[in-house]
């Protein structure tokens, strides 16, 4: 199994103290960068290779890429239109997403203990997204929603009754057939010059167009996780989300020696 996961966005929304310098996958906490945070699980976790869907500031991530030395596990596909919306940058995934295989389609700007990948990888479903029910009420959550146990919305705004729902946490698991389902549903938006959607209202229309049950989901409640689009979430990131991390990796007296460790380098090599 491989990961394919989209990294190529400016990140406008942290503000210019983070979007001059760095794209977000190479945010720090506690001295390490997502980009070392996803391999490093991904690897535990048994998936072969890891390819990333990159445009701004691509250099920087190709450098980082060269200085963990993980050449051999990751490789970038470079998207020149970066600056429209993610739908774009999924389109340039198309041939690592139509390989005839399972994949993990990953956002690169989440912060996350390792269960959820665990959960991820070794559910029962062949079509599986994470489903967190502990989200604050917004527009700005992608909102996973139940109904009879079955996915009846998946969209920041809601049109459906539900029994429940929650935030998506931005990690999926497809098979090889719904991947290609997806990418053709990504050509047609794309030929509709839908190019400022999100790639999420492609993965929806397939879902929802599916048989019963084609996708289902994992609850990872109370599992620490945070994507990361606000300054805001750094700081929530680093306060709260990371600790918890922490201690699941046995790593809480480490972060605890010499006050809080757990801060974070916006620009490379503070």
């Known amino acids: 199994m491989k ?13 210019p103290a983070v979007t001059e310098h760095s794209p977000k996958i190479l945010l720090r906490f506690d001295g390490k960068s997502l980009l070392q945070r996803h391999v490093e699980v991904l690897r535990r976790h048994g998936v072969g290779e890891l390819v990333l869907g990159v445009g701004y500031h691509r250099e920087e991530i190709e450098r980082e890429i060269a200085d963990l030395r993980v050449q051999d596990f990751v490789r970038t596909v470079f998207n020149e239109d970066y600056d429209e919306g993610s739908i774009v940058t999924l389109w340039t995934l198309r041939d690592e997403l139509c390989c005839g295989e399972p994949v993990l389609l990953m956002d690169a700007d989440v912060l996350y203990d390792e ?7 070794a559910s029962r479903h062949e079509n599986c997204l994470l489903l967190d029910r502990a989200y604050t009420p917004g527009d700005e959550p992608v909102k996973l929603c139940i109904r009879d146990g079955e996915i ?11 029994d429940f729902c929650g935030e998506s946490v931005g990690l999926f698991k497809l098979s090889a057939v719904m991947a290609e389902s997806i990418i053709a549903q990504t050509r047609l938006y794309l030929k509709q010059d839908r190019r400022q959607d999100p790639y999420e209202e492609a993965i ?13 989901f994992e609850d990872i409640t109370d599992m620490p996780w945070i994507e990361i689009d606000f300054a805001a979430d750094v700081e929530r990131a680093t306060s ?3 600790p918890r991390i ?6 809480a007296s480490t972060m605890m020696k010499g006050g809080c460790k757990a801060g974070l380098s916006l620009v490379r090599g503070l």
Do not use: C
């Open 204 to 216: 929806r229309d397939v879902m929802l167009t599916s048989k019963r049950n084609a996708f289902s």
């Open 152 to 162: 009846v919305e998946f969209r920041k705004w809601l049109s459906a009754e539900y």
């Open 115 to 121: 269960g959820l990948v665990q959960r991820l990888v």
């Open 3 to 15: 990961a394919v996961m989209l990294a190529a966005g400016v990140g406008a929304r942290l503000g």
């Open 246 to 251: 922490l201690v699941g990796e046995g790593g």
């Open 240 to 242: 709260e989300i990371l």
